[in-house]
């Protein structure tokens, strides 16, 4: 436990966990106008399809795979009791995982290859391609290199997350691991740092409260039996829409 | 019932003379802007036409407004499920392409060009990228039918007309258009509004402005592909949604919407509606051939007692009433019978009612003899000397109508959701106004033949002169009836002042300007 894993996998976290609730919450409350991602759809449409797709959807499924693992470890290993369940887990993760390497890949030459493009591009954006596709690669080789992840990942490094969560970070699980998987883990850390700063602030705005309101929406600014409320010129409650 | 009061609007084609003022006007005023250059809330499209965006009726490409499902409607391309899973990447949007790269030239190399033995020029630049571009569209190319083989025989509303019909449309001697100046329609039924993930697009209830919260708006882009007209517009700089906002800021002020206010033609009509919102949903799932009717049954009497106290009593105020009952737009849409919305059958309701143009219809030129003419004349009248003349047909009483050279199919696939019949019955309105007013200045017809032409579309010589003078010499007031605003009652009209109290200035000062 060198002095350099306290820092990666104890100070590191806190801070990024820190940084991305005080950075999205000051973001939404200061600039909410631009709180999306800047969509370039509309200038170029083809690329993004084989780009954006499989990056979303694959992206998706791997976040729930961790998310599973950190949050039902003994759910996982469980099921990978059975050998064939296992191979059917971590081959359905790599090819996900292809599938995101492929989509970055996409983005990234459209990015950067598109003048249209460029011109909506800021340097966050290229960086946090990169970031993707840094620890997309490295969480590929991990699970070439070091089998089989999902069943290790359960038993070694949820109760490490977990420690961080409980506010009582037991680092020694993390320290004995390869650098390649201590380079994943930091690199998941500065994912979560960056969401603040960058464009992925729009996974904190799926609008997913679409689903249960009702298709037409009629705001009202001068509703007369409010208006003529006494307390409402000083208690009124907010406008719906903002 | 739930009345409700709508900022309706009418055009009227036959005085559109195809200027492009309202579309400038617009443009000075709301989206002179980065990331709004292509964007034209108003536009003026020459039909027959592909429009702006390219072919932007045909929903086959498109995907826009509401579609039947059994007894209940649903968005075509959007919606709750659709729109979801297609989150990532919309098919339907439409590119920057279907309308057209923005372009301004570099005329500052025609300054600063240094001595050479050639002219300088000034290059076009692309408004996006700044880099030299070929242009090959703009908003408005197909104007007065120019490129024709590429524009206005594309057009999707030539689809079930016959190959005979459609031929004839651009021979040389047929050959007739007219202009449909487009701003966005205030649907009571709006798509834009349904398909909006974020629920940043409302309708407002006092006046159904139809309005986007910038703020609120997540650049999912479901309401471009929602909104069949293609008024929503989707702002590449700052990643946001906008659309045409009936010029509220002027209509609260009581100015007219300055797309209106600089018509040139006069073509532009402004008034209040009032409507029965429960019964939206009825009239939108309505049959094809009876959408039309469905919906001007919605639209409710403003002089009648029980809905004025049914009006009040739902908190419509007493001086948007008095504006219902002057509203020059309910007594062309609802009293005449003259005016109708535009392809009703997208099923979003549209609030801007369009009365079909006659000119392209009757005006063929035709030889007569300056003798046979001049002994048709009243005394009075003045001298013929013209060998050549429209010709007006009208020996017989509907010559006009049925031997138009422009297919009345084509004008009802726009206004009528293909039913001819109800195009036909506007235009014998309107030429039975002409026919009336001819006898009244010129005074060359048989008295009889005046009255069988008013009698036959239930018209009185009274109400001829009506539409005459609202048609063509009624006043800014008369045109334009803004029902005040009511500032003083508002809670939240553009900021919630509550908000800001306490604090240093009022509402929102963001830039619009985007580096994440």
Request: one cysteine or more.
């Amino acid at each position: 436990m060198s002095p350099l894993d306290t820092f990666l996998f104890t100070a590191l976290p806190y801070v990024a966990i820190i940084v991305f609730l005080g950075g999205t919450i000051y973001r939404y409350r200061a600039t909410r106008f631009k709180y999306s991602s800047l969509s370039s759809g509309f200038l170029e449409k083809r690329t993004l399809f084989w780009g954006s797709m499989p990056f979303h959807w694959g992206v998706m499924m791997l976040f729930l795979g961790h998310l599973i693992a950190f949050l039902f470890p003994r759910s996982v290993l469980a099921w990978n009791g059975e050998p064939v369940r296992l191979l059917v887990l971590e081959v359905a993760a790599f090819i996900f995982a292809l599938s995101v390497l492929w989509g970055l890949a996409m983005l990234m030459i459209r990015r950067v290859g598109s003048a249209r493009i460029r011109a909506v591009s800021s340097y966050m954006d290229v960086l946090i391609l990169s970031l993707l596709m840094a620890q997309t690669v490295l969480g590929l080789l991990i699970a070439w290199n070091f089998r089989w992840g999902s069943s290790w990942f359960a038993a070694s490094l949820t109760p490490y997350l977990r420690s961080i969560f409980a506010f009582q970070p037991d680092i020694a699980a993390v320290s004995a691991m390869p650098w390649l998987v201590k380079l994943h883990i930091v690199g998941a850390f500065l994912i979560v740092l960056a969401i603040p700063f960058s464009r992925l602030v729009h996974v904190l705005v799926v609008p997913l409260h679409y689903i249960w309101r009702p298709y037409q929406l009629v705001i009202w600014n001068w509703r007369k039996d409010r208006v003529r409320d006494p307390e409402s010129g000083w208690t009124v409650t907010r406008p719906r829409n903002t | 019932m739930d009345i409700r009061a709508q900022i309706s609007m009418m055009f009227h084609l036959d005085k559109c003379i195809g200027c492009h003022t309202c579309s400038v006007a617009c443009k000075n005023i709301w989206t002179d802007r980065k990331g709004a250059e292509y964007m034209w809330w108003n536009n003026v499209e020459t039909k027959p036409g592909t429009g702006y965006p390219t072919k932007w009726e045909d929903q086959d490409v498109y995907k826009g407004g509401w579609k039947t499902r059994g007894q209940d409607i649903t968005l075509r391309g959007a919606g709750k499920l659709r729109g979801l899973l297609n989150i990532f990447h919309n098919p339907h949007l439409p590119v920057i392409d279907d309308y057209y790269e923005p372009f301004t030239y570099k005329y500052l190399d025609l300054i600063e060009s240094p001595a050479q033995d050639d002219q300088p020029t000034a290059r076009p630049v692309s408004m996006i990228t700044g880099k030299p571009i070929d242009i090959k569209m703009g908003p408005n190319w197909d104007d007065d039918l120019s490129g024709t083989p590429d524009f206005a025989r594309r057009d999707p509303n030539l689809a079930n007309l016959t190959p005979a019909e459609q031929e004839a449309m651009f021979q040389l001697e047929k050959m007739a258009f007219f202009y449909l100046p487009r701003i966005c329609n205030h649907c009571l039924n709006p798509a834009c509004v349904a398909s909006c993930p974020s629920g940043a697009i409302y309708k407002r209830g006092e006046d159904g402005v139809v309005l986007i919260n910038q703020k609120v708006c997540r650049a999912w882009r479901m309401c471009v592909t929602a909104c069949p007209y293609k008024k929503s517009y989707y702002n590449w700089s700052t990643g946001k949604s906008e659309k045409c906002i009936l010029c509220y800021p002027r209509l609260e002020a009581g100015h007219a919407p300055a797309c209106m206010h600089s018509c040139v033609g006069r073509i532009r009509y402004l008034g209040v509606m009032l409507y029965d919102a429960d019964r939206i949903q009825e009239a939108a799932s309505a049959p094809e051939d009876e959408l039309v009717d469905r919906q001007l049954d919605m639209l409710l009497d403003p002089f009648d007692p029980e809905i004025i106290a049914a009006a009040k009593a739902n908190g419509v105020s007493d001086s948007t009433i008095k504006s219902a009952q002057l509203s020059p737009v309910y007594r062309f849409v609802k009293e005449w019978g003259m005016a109708l919305p535009l392809h009703p059958e997208f099923r979003t309701l549209p609030m801007l009612f369009y009365v079909p143009p006659l000119l392209p219809v009757m005006a063929s030129v035709s030889e007569a003899r300056a003798a046979d003419q001049k002994s048709k004349m009243a005394p009075m009248a003045k001298k013929w000397e013209d060998d050549w003349l429209y010709n007006t047909s009208t020996e017989e009483l509907w010559g006009t109508i049925d031997q138009v050279r422009f297919p009345i199919q084509y004008m009802a696939n726009m206004f009528g959701a293909g039913d001819g019949a109800r195009v036909t019955e506007v235009l014998k309105k309107l030429m039975a106004v002409r026919i009336h007013r001819r006898d009244v200045t010129v005074g060359d017809m048989k008295p009889a033949k005046v009255k069988a032409t008013l009698a036959d579309v239930n018209l009185t010589p009274e109400q001829a002169d009506e539409i005459y003078t609202l048609s063509t010499l009624a006043r800014f007031d008369q045109r334009f009836v803004i029902p005040p605003a009511h500032r003083e009652q508002a809670i939240e009209m553009l900021d919630f002042t509550g908000d800001a109290k306490g604090s240093v200035g009022f509402g929102f000062r963001e830039q619009p300007a985007r580096g994440n």
